[in-house]
């Protein structure tokens, strides 16, 4: 099935939730959350999200509920953020900044992944997408992050397109990211079959969402977008503790993602 007959899919299922706006969905922020990610092919999204339109409302800005979204990732020269993941250490960081499309905010964002498995986000708003932070910006990182902001310089950028769903009772947000595309220095990987979502709530509960995507034989997956695109793009990077999910990946895609080698994924296509 082709990318536009899915979209048109997704789009139809879509108007059959009710909609919130973003003063209603800033009610249900879970800052300080537990979550779950999921990664699974764009075909099995229409069939999900049938089935989940009598418990979720979803988040409409501007007319529209396919949100895109545009992140650029910070880390050490040495990557430390990054091997973090990699290694499976607890207690560790993601610095971005992320402008939100559809209404021009920008928010420098630190994620804190506890080691009682929860996450945590601050934010502040900014101006503009800079590689270099001003005064509040790194007093911002000083006081959310172990990290000097002086030894932060722009790795990888992400951007997505988002759908937001509002479970109707309970506090939980379902994030369902598509056509996932990264980019490292001269690099670009886009991968328009793959589906990242991500349930976000209070504590753990078996709700509707996980409980579909159970039914479909999907089951969590510990993805970062920041950590798998920087493994995927940077053939610098060590990966082996990540490659279990690259295959997951390739699964999916099939063909649009080139073979995974040690030297890392060279994709034949430069900005």
């Known amino acids: 099935m082709n990318q536009i007959r899915l979209l048109e899919e997704v789009n139809a299922i879509t108007g059959r939730f009710s909609f919130i706006g ?3 969905a800033e009610k249900v922020k879970l800052f300080n959350r537990i979550d779950q990610k999921y990664i699974f092919h764009a075909q099995t999204l229409a069939g999900i999200l049938k089935n989940l339109t009598s418990e979720y409302d979803i988040l409409m800005v501007n007319g529209y509920v396919n949100q895109p979204y545009r992140s650029l990732y910070f880390d050490t020269r040495e990557y430390a953020m ?23 905010a920008m928010f420098l964002e630190v994620k804190f992944k506890s080691n009682q498995d929860r996450t945590i986000k601050n934010r502040e ?3 503009e997408i800079l590689s270099e932070f001003d005064e509040a910006s ?3 990182i000083k006081r959310n992050t172990v990290f000097s902001p002086e030894n932060l310089q722009p790795q990888t950028w992400t951007n997505f397109n988002r ?9 939980e947000r379902v994030t369902v990211d598509t056509s996932p595309e990264w980019l490292y220095q001269d690099y670009r990987l886009v991968l328009p079959s793959l589906v990242i979502a991500e349930v976000k709530r209070e504590k753990q509960a078996a709700l509707l ?19 798998i695109g920087s493994a995927m793009l940077n053939p610098g990077l060590r990966k082996n503790m990540f490659k279990s ?24 296509i430069r900005n």
């Open 209 to 227: 969402f996980s409980r579909s995507l159970h039914q479909q034989g999907i089951r969590p997956c510990g993805i970062s977008k920041y950590s």
């Open 245 to 268: 999910t690259i295959l997951s990946i390739q699964k999916i895609c099939n063909n649009e993602l080139p073979s995974f080698t040690s030297a890392g994924i060279d994709t034949g």
């Open 82 to 104: 990054y091997y973090a993941h990699h290694n499976g250490h607890l207690n560790r960081y993601k610095v971005r900044i992320r402008e939100y499309t559809s209404t021009g």
């Open 138 to 140: 790194r007093m911002f």
């Open 22 to 24: 973003l003063e209603e």
């Open 163 to 171: 759908i937001t769903l509002i479970h109707k009772e309970r506090k």
């Open 125 to 127: 708003k900014v101006t």
